[in-house]
């Protein structure tokens, strides 16, 4: 099965869409990827690298949007969001409410896929603290062709995004993409119980859940997906599990279900709100926080019973 990066397919598209759209440019902090090294050499006078400098890549991006660039500002995730926080509430959340900018904020590394780095390269907040700003739109896509559809939503939608990419290659779920605009897709239809993850969770479920006859809904556009279309394809379901590769209860994907779904049973699975100092493998992290594989077909086992 083909696996391919998320940044590496999104990259690709965007370097064909600045072939002809002058109005892109590209800042970074000291973050690099073959694909960005192309960007770089071939678009010289609409890219910037700042350094390792994430408040000033934040100061950088606003005063390009404001000119009327649409902009794409880069870094590993952890940094990109919680290194900057204030530069991104006031120079982007609060100004985007008097003026129209269009900034991207690629966060590369989502949950744990920069396991081997440990606690400092984890991002487990920034479902939460994105979310939380208003005029923030924030993308957790489960895989690549998730990942590259997006692109054209960065050029169309002038608003501020967070892009939460993993840093590992996945699979495609789908072989398609259809209905993107909904923010969220089935990737399999059961009954009673239905699971809904987002990142690479949705692809951990996926494996999982193939012996059980259970829902599994993928939300991709955590703040912006279609409420009342997740409420019709959930209305004959009794039970909801979330799991998010973040911490749970608050204010990431879990907060979304229990407040639009109050009707409903909800179990919440998440990191518990510890950082993990042992060094291992994502599904070694998991275990960590009853996030492993026998831990969630527990979970499923209990509320089906």
């Known amino acids: 099965m083909q696996t391919k990066a998320m940044r590496d397919v999104f990259l690709a598209s965007l370097y064909e869409k600045m072939k002809d759209d002058e109005t892109i440019f590209f800042v970074v902090a000291d973050f690099g990827a073959p694909l960005l090294d192309k960007i ?71 949950g744990v896929s920069y396991t081997m780095s440990g606690h400092t390269h984890h991002c487990l907040e920034d479902l939460s603290i994105m979310k939380t700003l208003p005029n923030m739109e924030v993308f957790s896509p489960s895989d690549f062709m998730l990942a590259e559809t997006y692109v054209d939503r960065t050029l169309n939608l002038c608003q501020p995004k967070y892009l939460r990419f993993d840093a590992k290659p996945m699979s495609a779920l789908q072989s398609t993409v259809h209905n993107f605009e909904d923010g969220f897709r089935v990737l399999k239809k059961g009954k009673k119980l239905a699971v809904i993850s987002t990142g690479y969770m949705s692809q951990k479920a996926m494996e999982i859940i193939q012996d059980f006859d259970i829902t599994l809904i993928d939300i991709y556009l955590i703040n912006h997906y279609d409420k009342n279309k997740l409420e019709q394809t959930l209305k004959d379901v009794e039970t909801l599990i979330t799991i998010e590769e973040a911490f749970k209860n608050t204010g990431g994907l879990d907060a979304e279900i229990n407040f639009n779904f109050k009707s409903k049973k909800i179990i919440n699975l998440g990191f518990e709100k510890q950082y993990t100092f042992e060094i291992g493998d994502r599904e070694f992290v998991h275990k960590r926080h009853k996030l492993g ?13």
Not at 74 to 101: D, G, K
Request: net charge negative; with cysteine; proline share 2%.
């Open 293 to 305: 594989k026998n831990d969630i077909i527990d979970e499923i086992q209990k509320a089906l019973m």
């Open 40 to 110: 770089r050499e071939d678009f010289p006078q609409r890219f910037i690298n700042v350094g390792i400098a994430e408040q000033n890549l934040v100061n950088v991006a606003t005063g390009l949007a404001l000119e009327g660039f649409t902009v794409y500002a880069y870094a590993i995730a952890p940094f990109i969001t919680m290194r900057c926080y204030e530069q991104i509430r006031v120079n982007v959340s609060v100004l985007s409410h008097v003026r129209q900018m269009n900034i991207n904020f690629i966060g590369v590394g989502a």
